[in-house]
């Protein structure tokens, strides 16, 4: 059994219990930032070992496929657990500089290890009710995360977050009893043959559907992403950066997942209505941001409609969308959570998010003004940072597949995105602070500006390389989406390894 | 809000529902039931502790901070999950130990498995208690 597809899980559990114990001594955060690192470095070895030897997969508690909890890596859940890791070590360093000392008392730390943890079982997971576990633990660590501090807007924000997303998990959980019911397995592999014998091809689309409408929640798909711009700008900016980060992008992952691997059979359908959702998501998203003047809230709407450019590589189903999707979804993690960093710098030495109560950064903090340029611009699709060529090979998928409406919208709301990244700059870096003060980073405590500053460094370094070197990025994603659209290689490794 | 009918009700409910909640999680070893409603049924009784008579008493009924009690339960998990690898077994596979066993009949058995399943129950159990009592305070 390879043990490198454990560790994902393991280390943040043992992390998370251990910096609970010592969470009244300054010792606990720097355990969770070593165990986080540690996180990192066996994720890594995990992407090599994937590289090395093509997919892999472990049986756990000594049960063989189907009847046992599989755990399976291949390329694109390999990426995800290396970029989860490397946005929890951004965020983790983060916090170090930003929660104050009442939240690490009460476990702050301890719980952003339990939602690492639940990020990670999603990722590495061949089993679907394993994955609804997984999403449980999610939802209830990040509610934690949510409503932890405790003022009422963070409460309001919180319930609604957990609400909505409860009526996800519900049809998510009448899915798979429907499917179980169906087929008699919930092992993914296992899945991928047994719903091609099931002669009641109208209800397995339902079923499909159901999983569309849950995932689609939390990946903050039109028409149910309300949930999202409600409550993401409430809580201390970390939690919103890894939030903004990771947690729709579990929902993206699940649909690319289940939608290339089990419900592959009614593509005319499915795949079509997630086409037109995709595209409704883009354009709500990007026309949101436009009407919002909170820096928060503008990216949290942007968000949104980043997440259509995703299904929509996924909804067009063919080799080069999916190339898209991959690479636009690890490009969107780094290059969201930077944004989310950097909002959270400007309320630290701006005094607020709102932007007409935010001015001066340009002139009297030039480093954060240059660090927030790239990130907006890749988010916007500038060449050459990573968001061009993640938007781009989109759009020529698109092309390819004659969709010239669709091709239209996506770069019209391209141009659309740059509009409200040049309203962010327009209020909060270009004019004058309107209160006269001068908000310079020295402002912050030598550490904590350190602990702040080297993650948007790092992040904003990572999506300049990616944006000058795509070649290896490109060739991985393609590798994966390969992998995606034939999944020989996932199956006959889920099915053949013995524990 | 007073309710005579929920009040004398909790008295024989909490009881019982303490007693169900460790029913259902040793039932669940092999029928339906497990650590996870178990932990449910368990919270339960002290949410309807909470309502009857008031957060605080709830806290002191229970003697533990409810957070703690989760991180104790995710350590046994954790422990139960990595007892295998002393035997050189996969991660969570179950270790059996038959105590006073005879020919023909299995004695008493104690299993990782059963430690797991306590963990998560325990987790499940401190986990809710911590948000049912952290959301009663704010309103």
Redesign the interface.
């Known amino acids: 059994?390879s043990?490198l597809l454990?560790y994902p899980i393991?280390i943040p559990?043992?992390t998370?219990?251990l910096t609970?114990?010592l969470r009244h001594n300054p010792a606990g955060r720097w355990i969770s930032v070593a165990g986080t690192l540690a996180l990192l470095l066996t994720s890594v070895m995990l992407l090599a070992s994937v590289i090395r030897e093509g997919v892999i997969a472990?049986?756990?508690?000594?049960w063989n496929a189907p009847f046992g909890?599989t755990l399976v890596a291949d390329y694109l859940s390999a990426v995800m657990v290396v970029i989860t890791a490397i946005t929890g070590l951004a965020t983790v360093v983060y916090c170090l500089g930003e929660i104050p000392e009442r939240l690490e008392r009460?476990?702050f730390f301890?719980l952003l290890q339990?939602l690492l943890m639940g990020v990670c079982g999603a990722f590495v997971t061949g089993d679907l009710f394993n994955l609804y576990v997984w999403f449980e633990v999610m939802l209830?660590s990040s509610?934690?995360l949510l409503?932890m501090g405790?003022s009422r807007e963070q409460?309001d924000g919180g319930v609604k977050y957990v609400t909505l997303n409860l009526v996800s998990t519900i049809m998510f959980l009448s899915g798979v009893g429907i499917l179980y019911g169906i087929t008699g397995t919930l092992n993914m592999a296992d899945l991928h043959a047994a719903v091609r014998e099931v002669e009641n091809t109208g209800l397995l689309t339902t079923v499909a559907v159901m999983f569309l409408v849950a995932f689609g929640v939390k990946a903050a798909l039109f028409p149910l992403f309300f949930w999202l711009p409600a409550s993401y700008h409430t809580p201390p900016v970390a939690v919103s950066a890894i939030f903004a980060g990771l947690l729709t992008k579990v929902g993206v992952y699940a649909l690319i997942r289940v939608f290339t691997l089990i419900f592959d059979q009614d593509v005319g359908y499915t795949h079509t209505l997630m086409l037109w959702m995709a595209v409704a998501t883009m354009v709500m998203g990007v026309l949101g941001a436009a009407a919002m003047n909170d820096f928060r809230r503008i990216l949290s709407f942007h968000i949104v409609s980043q997440i259509g450019y995703m299904i929509l590589g996924l909804a067009l189903f063919t080799p080069l969308g999916l190339l898209g999707a991959v690479f636009y979804l690890v490009h969107h993690i780094i290059v969201k959570a930077n944004l989310f960093f950097i909002a959270g710098v400007a309320k630290r030495i701006g005094g607020s998010t709102d932007l007409s109560k935010l001015g001066g950064l340009y002139a009297n903090a030039p480093v954060l003004a240059f660090l927030f340029l790239i990130p907006a611009f890749s988010l916007a699709g500038f060449p050459p940072l990573s968001g061009f060529w993640a938007k781009f090979l989109i759009v020529k998928a698109a092309l390819d597949a004659q969709m010239w409406i669709v091709a239209g919208v996506a770069l019209a709301v391209g141009l659309l995105t740059v509009f409200s990244m040049t309203k962010i700059w327009g209020a909060a870096f270009w004019p004058d602070h309107p209160e006269g003060t001068k908000p310079r980073l020295s402002d912050i405590p030598v550490f904590e500006r350190l602990a702040m500053m080297l993650p948007v460094g790092a992040l904003a370094l990572l999506t300049c390389v990616i944006g000058l070197f795509p070649e290896p990025f490109v060739t991985f994603a393609e590798t994966a989406a390969g992998q995606l659209l034939d999944p020989t290689d996932y199956i006959s490794t889920v099915l053949g390894v013995q524990? | 809000m007073q309710s005579l009918i929920l009040t004398t009700a909790t008295r024989l409910l909490v009881a019982l529902l303490l007693v169900f909640s460790i029913y259902a999680l040793l039932r669940g070893h092999n029928l339906p039931g497990g650590g996870f409603i178990g932990g449910l049924i368990g919270a339960t009784a002290f949410i309807l502790y909470a309502i009857t008579a008031t957060v605080e008493e709830a806290k002191s009924a229970l003697l533990v901070d409810p957070s703690n009690i989760a991180v104790a339960g995710l350590g046994f998990a954790a422990i139960g999950g990595l007892a295998s690898v002393l035997a050189g077994k996969p991660f969570l596979t179950g270790l059996w130990l038959f105590l006073f066993a005879e020919e023909g009949g299995k004695g008493m058995p104690l299993s990782t498995v059963l430690l797991f399943d306590a963990g998560v129950y325990l987790a499940v159990f401190g986990g809710i208690l911590t948000l049912v009592f952290a959301l009663e305070e704010e309103t």
Do not use: H, T
């Open positions: 059994m043990w454990v393991v559990l043992l998370a219990v609970y114990i472990a049986q756990m508690s000594d909890i009460s476990g301890a339990v209830i509610f934690g409503v405790g409460l524990p």
